[in-house]
């Protein structure tokens, strides 16, 4: 079987599980599904690469993900590297396996995709939880984020495929199930909708989570249904990044600190042992100290309980890269106040 390593977030998980089932007949050979959140996960990545060629030479390499659709000729340029593949590409990753091209950069526009592939998967090797990709793309442009450009325009995954995986996994052993993608509230026509549905077509679902979720597409229908069923996770990972509301508008979200409580107060009502995860950026270009200690007061003011905390990093051809940039040692002293704040 390929050897496939994964970097990032939990849809390349998911993708990742998809190219082990289609290359399991092929050996000598390792794909590289990447990042490039920021700047320091795609150099992660190139070094990944090296060292894999170094302790595999006679292995060939292929990588993909998102540092793939986004800097391809950088990638291409390595001499590890056999062949680029876009994340458009993945999807028939067999297919560009078995071909022999002259250009080993193979990445097409992201942006004309229309769909996110119909691939069922079997299981999750190492995993207890599985993912279950229900929606590609975002359409939102946060003003830190490259991942649009990454991943394409917001596209949703047919309710009958994803309810057709969830019982297969459910078959495999599975008995957390987490809804993953770019942007899942997007999930058109509705993602409360789909929650609904999932719930009502397989009762017997142990436990529903979520991925990220955007605090500012959650509706009063998502509400109902934690109150309705009671096999949805005691866990939510809100995408929250800043407790200031300057910075929030800055970073082009769409909520505010007001609407956070707002949520969880609301949430915990219904789900007195909720737990709630979140992702904090410090140091963001003209967060103030008052503007960060906005933010660390919101932990407590919303019971935050498990916090992902990352010094802002400059991520090339995002509009906050080109804001005026607080210096590192104040963003990373930033970081280990909020880290140790989610300790306590």
Not at 217 to 225: K, M
Not at 297 to 312: D, I, Q, R, T
């Given at each position: 079987?390929?050897?496939?390593?994964?970097?990032?977030?939990?849809?390349?998980a998911?993708?990742?599980e998809?190219?082990?089932?289609?290359?399991?007949?092929?050996?000598?050979?390792?794909?590289?599904?990447?990042?490039?959140?920021?700047?320091?996960?795609?150099?992660?990545?190139?070094?990944t690469?090296?060292?894999?060629?170094?302790?595999?030479?006679?292995?060939?390499?292929?990588?993909?993900?998102c540092?793939?659709?986004?800097n391809?000729?950088k990638?291409?340029?390595?001499?590890?590297?056999?062949?680029?593949?876009?994340?458009?590409?993945?999807?028939?990753?067999?297919?560009?396996v078995?071909?022999?091209?002259?250009?080993k950069?193979?990445?097409?526009?992201?942006?004309?995709?229309?769909?996110?592939?119909?691939?069922?998967?079997?299981?999750?090797?190492?995993?207890?939880?599985?993912?279950?990709?229900?929606?590609?793309?975002c359409?939102?442009?946060?003003?830190?984020?490259?991942i649009?450009?990454?991943r394409?325009?917001?596209?949703s995954?047919?309710?009958?495929?994803?309810?057709?995986?969830?019982?297969?996994?459910?078959?495999?052993?599975?008995?957390?199930i987490?809804l993953?993608?770019?942007?899942?509230?997007s999930?058109?026509?509705?993602?409360?909708?789909l929650?609904?549905?999932?719930?009502?077509?397989?009762?017997e679902?142990?436990?529903?989570?979520?991925?990220?979720?955007?605090?500012?597409?959650i509706?009063?229908?998502?509400?109902?249904?934690?109150q309705?069923?009671n096999?949805?996770?005691?866990?939510?990972h809100?995408?929250?990044?800043?407790?200031?509301?300057?910075?929030?508008?800055?970073?082009?979200?769409?909520?505010?600190?007001?609407?956070?409580i707002?949520?969880?107060?609301?949430?915990?009502?219904?789900?007195p042992?909720?737990?709630?995860?979140?992702?904090?950026?410090?140091?963001?270009?003209?967060?103030t100290?008052e503007?960060?200690?906005?933010?660390?007061?919101?932990?407590?003011?919303?019971g935050?309980?498990?916090?992902?905390?990352?010094?802002?990093?400059?991520?090339?051809?995002?509009?906050?890269?080109?804001?005026?940039q607080?210096?590192?040692?104040?963003?990373?002293?930033?970081a280990?106040i909020l880290?140790?704040?989610?300790?306590?």
């Amino acid at each position: 079987m390929a050897e496939v390593v994964t970097f990032g977030c939990r849809i390349n998980a998911y993708e990742s599980e998809v190219i082990k089932e289609k290359l399991k007949n092929y050996d000598k050979l390792i794909v590289v599904n990447t990042c490039a959140v920021t700047g320091e996960a795609e150099r992660q990545c190139r070094q990944t690469i090296r060292k894999l060629k170094r302790e595999n030479p006679d292995s060939e390499i292929i990588v993909t993900g998102c540092s793939a659709q986004i800097n391809a000729a950088k990638l291409a340029d390595m001499p590890e590297v056999t062949l680029v593949l876009g994340n458009k590409e993945k999807r028939e990753i067999e297919k560009y396996v078995a071909g022999i091209f002259a250009d080993k950069n193979q990445v097409s526009d992201i942006f004309a995709d229309t769909d996110c592939g119909d691939y069922i998967i079997t299981g999750f090797e190492g995993r207890q939880k599985a993912f279950v990709q229900i929606q590609q793309g975002c359409n939102h442009r946060c003003t830190y984020c490259i991942i649009p450009y990454a991943r394409g325009k917001s596209r949703s995954v047919p309710e009958e495929l994803i309810i057709k995986q969830i019982r297969e996994l459910l078959a495999a052993g599975f008995a957390e199930i987490c809804l993953t993608g770019v942007d899942i509230c997007s999930y058109e026509p509705s993602f409360s909708g789909l929650i609904a549905h999932i719930l009502e077509q397989i009762p017997e679902l142990p436990c529903l989570a979520f991925g990220s979720l955007d605090p500012a597409a959650i509706d009063e229908d998502f509400i109902r249904l934690l109150q309705k069923y009671n096999n949805i996770s005691n866990y939510f990972h809100l995408s929250i990044q800043s407790g200031d509301n300057d910075v929030l508008r800055r970073m082009g979200r769409r909520h505010k600190r007001e609407d956070i409580i707002n949520l969880c107060n609301k949430i915990r009502k219904i789900k007195p042992q909720v737990k709630f995860g979140t992702d904090f950026i410090c140091g963001f270009p003209t967060e103030t100290e008052e503007a960060f200690q906005n933010t660390c007061k919101l932990v407590a003011e919303s019971g935050l309980n498990k916090l992902h905390v990352f010094p802002y990093s400059e991520r090339s051809g995002t509009p906050a890269a080109q804001m005026e940039q607080l210096p590192m040692e104040e963003r990373r002293r930033r970081a280990a106040i909020l880290r140790e704040l989610s300790e306590e």
